[in-house]
Nanobody, 114 residues
């Protein structure tokens, strides 16, 4: 049973923007902290942004000021607005609970290249 569905990725030039969405089942999303993770080829998956059930946010240093995580609790949907994208942001992006991820969705590919 698919419970996390990411969308919104694509190819964008450096400096561009993308907006990612994650539709989650209610039993995963409701009342839980959620995060956006990413995995570039040959690297381990990393957690880049977290939002608590109450809306508090944290980011890794490399995306601070460029990425914004948000959530719509009524729609069980997580978002990631990515601005000023850099080639090093290229990765497959996933959403999941944090700190203990559940089964992973398929992710959405983000490619930043000129």
């Amino acid at each position: 049973q698919v419970q996390l569905v990411e969308s919104g990725g694509g190819l964008v030039q450096p400096g561009g923007s993308l907006s990612l969405s994650c539709a989650a089942s209610k039993d995963i999303f409701s009342g839980r902290a959620m995060g956006w993770y990413r995995q570039a080829p040959g690297t381990q998956r990393e957690l880049v942004a977290v939002i608590s059930s109450g809306g508090s946010t944290t980011y890794i240093d490399s995306v601070k000021g460029r990425f914004t995580i948000s959530r719509d609790n009524a729609k069980n949907t997580l978002y990631l607005q990515m601005n000023s994208l850099k080639p090093e942001d290229t990765a497959v992006y996933y959403c999941n609970t944090t700190p203990l991820p559940r089964a992973w969705g398929q992710g959405t590919q983000v490619t930043v290249s000129s």
